[in-house]
């Protein structure tokens, strides 16, 4: 059983925006970084984003930088994925994983090979 759950995708008009959340029951998420992936239709899995347990570091792949916005509440053990802008390439399962880099609170790297993957949220931007 997954130890993530995302939530908050949908469908949109190109142009419209979508907050993502993750969440996680049983993972302190603080001892982790967050990172979002994407999976579409026929395609291999994308990492789009990052962000560290701490210091509030962040990684975007290109095709995203500018749009989204990656943030977390360790607070309330969530993680956030604001999308906007988007677009018909956009469309995807979005899923959210995690990466414990041991005390290494300000890091997070998207070539990292991440863990614990929660279900996914799709994504769906049509007109």
């Known amino acids: 059983q997954s130890q993530l759950v995302e939530s908050g995708g949908g469908s949109v008009q190109p142009g419209g925006s979508l907050r993502l959340s993750c969440y996680s029951s049983?993972?302190?998420?603080?001892?982790?970084?967050i990172g979002w992936f994407r999976q579409a239709p026929r395609k291999e899995r994308e990492a789009v984003s990052c962000?560290?347990?701490?210091?509030?570091?962040?990684m975007y792949a290109d095709s995203v930088k500018g749009r989204f916005t990656i943030s977390r509440d360790n607070a309330k053990n969530m993680g956030y994925l604001q999308m906007d802008s988007l677009k018909p390439e956009d469309t995807a399962v979005y899923f959210c994983?995690?990466?414990?880099?041991?005390?290494?609170?300000?890091?997070?790297?998207?070539?990292?090979?991440?863990?614990?993957w929660g279900r996914g949220t799709q994504v769906t931007v049509s007109s």
């Open positions: 049983t993972l302190a998420l603080d001892n982790f970084a």
């Open positions: 994983a995690v990466k414990e880099y041991y005390g290494d609170w300000g890091r997070c790297d998207l070539r990292s090979e991440f863990s614990d």
């Open positions: 962000i560290s347990s701490m210091r509030g570091n962040t």
